[in-house]
């Protein structure tokens, strides 16, 4: 994502083009939001994708569940269980796209 006021730069043509050149006919990819996006529009533009999404908020459209969120929610199960069997509970490195 571009910051507020910058336009984002679109290199999408460039990267085709290299991707040719290298024989890369296909592209697996773990992205977010922003990843899926970017690699629609390569899909459009020919390039043969599989996105997997990945989200800790879980917060990718027309997504039930996707990695980073159910990492995110086992650790939590995890550590709440660990609590309630008289373990320590202590704070846990959180990030996502909205963090920090």
Partial sequence: MSAPGKKELDLS???LKRLQAEEIDA???VVGGHG???LHKLHRKGLHTVC????IEN???ATAVSFGFNSALSVTIENAQQGLS????G???C???GAG
Wanted: no cysteine; net charge negative.
């Fill in 13 to 15: 043509d460039e990267l």
């Fill in 27 to 29: 592209l697996i990819s």
């Fill in 36 to 38: 899926l996006g970017i």
């Fill in 52 to 55: 997997i999404p990945r989200s």
């Fill in 59 to 61: 917060a990718i459209a």
């Fill in 86 to 89: 008289g373990g320590t509970i």
């Fill in 91 to 93: 704070p846990e490195d």
């Fill in 95 to 97: 990030r996502g796209g």
